[in-house]
């Protein structure tokens, strides 16, 4: 009996495009929302939430996320606009 290896179906390449198009977005929107918040001179868990509209845990670890979910993308435009910033193209 031979166990063949476990290989994942590759993506079409529009959608590995489309990936990288939201990675590359949110990444400018964080960049953006740090600016901003640095700018105000908030840097505790409780203003981030505060000036997001988030729970503070919450806030923090969108900001610090490393791998993209889903919603993140929604909730980080969301953020830009309550701080009063132009979306990025």
Do not use: C, S
């Not at 929302?33 to 840097?43: F, H, Q, V």
């Amino acid at each position: 009996m031979t166990v063949e290896p476990f290989t994942r179906p590759k993506l079409p390449a529009a959608e590995i495009q489309a990936r990288k198009a939201d990675r590359l977005r949110a990444i400018r929107l964080r960049i953006a929302i740090y600016r901003e918040l640095d700018e105000r001179g908030t840097a505790t868990p409780a203003g981030i939430g505060a000036a997001l509209g988030l729970p503070p845990a919450e806030a923090t670890t969108l900001l610090n996320r490393k791998q993209l979910r889903d919603g993140d993308l929604a909730q980080l435009e969301a953020a830009a606009v309550r701080l009063g910033l132009p979306l990025p193209e």
